[in-house]
């Protein structure tokens, strides 16, 4: 049987690693009204293991939407595709920021198909984002 636990040492390399924002939507946690979660990738119901190269830091938000989903429906090309994958995918290859960093454009099936399935511009955080924007705080990378 595979241990399934998350120590403490490899939530803090996960939180390290992404330094303090959500792998899929980029929230920052210090400005965040509900804690991150360290999820799955690859959930265990799905075959994942809590391995360093399986984990991402996720909102609240986004890790509710991604539940237990690895692939979803790309709206351009009416396909299936694999999600966005922090771990083997680049964000910037799958993603990018209309023209006041307020909305995560998709430019890949899986971008498009990460953005619908995970909400990642959600009202809130669309609002959060502007914010921020406004106060240098946007975007965090």
Not at 66 to 85: C, G, M, R, W
Not at 98 to 116: Q, W
Request: overall charge neutral; hydrophobic content about 30%; aromatic content about 8%.
């Amino acid at each position: 049987m595979t241990d399934e636990r998350i120590t403490s040492e490899l939530r803090q390399v996960v939180i390290n690693r992404a330094r303090g924002c959500c792998e899929y939507c980029y929230s920052q946690n210090r400005f965040a009204m509900q804690s991150f979660s360290v999820e799955h990738i690859k959930p265990l119901s799905k075959g994942g293991l809590s391995t360093e190269d399986n984990l991402a830091l996720s909102c609240q938000g986004c890790n509710n939407h991604k539940y237990n989903k690895i692939e979803s429906h790309d709206p351009a090309t009416d396909q299936n595709v694999p999600l966005f994958h922090p771990r083997q995918q680049k964000w910037s290859d799958h993603f990018i920021w209309n023209e006041d960093y307020t909305l995560v454009i998709g430019i890949t099936a899986t971008g498009r198909a990460t953005v619908e399935a995970l909400q990642l511009n959600r009202s809130g955080l669309v609002n959060l984002r502007r914010v921020l924007y406004q106060m240098g705080e946007h975007p965090p990378l």
